[in-house]
């Protein structure tokens, strides 16, 4: 779980490792084996979509804590 700004620039730092990962996979063994390839690209694409899974829960957790805020912005602006 993610629960600060470090924390989600490492799981993104981490998504990005994992991209390049596949990409090499990609270069390096596609279209030598493919069924290879699918195997060696489960492994990093279920990080991929734990990490996505626990960006999106801390994007969301921000949001809700920002929202009280943003609304009260919005209500001195619209009194003015």
């Not at 804590?65 to 602006?77: M, V, Y």
């Amino acid at each position: 779980m993610i629960t600060s700004i470090d924390q989600f620039v490492l799981a993104l730092e981490q998504m990005g490792r994992m991209f390049r990962m596949l990409e090499s996979y990609e270069k390096d063994i596609l279209l030598q084996n493919p069924r290879t390839f699918v195997l060696f690209c489960e492994g990093p694409l279920e990080q991929m979509r734990q990490l996505q899974a626990q960006v999106d829960e801390f994007l969301d957790s921000r949001r809700e804590e920002s929202a009280p805020e943003t609304a009260a912005l919005r209500e001195t602006s619209d009194s003015k």
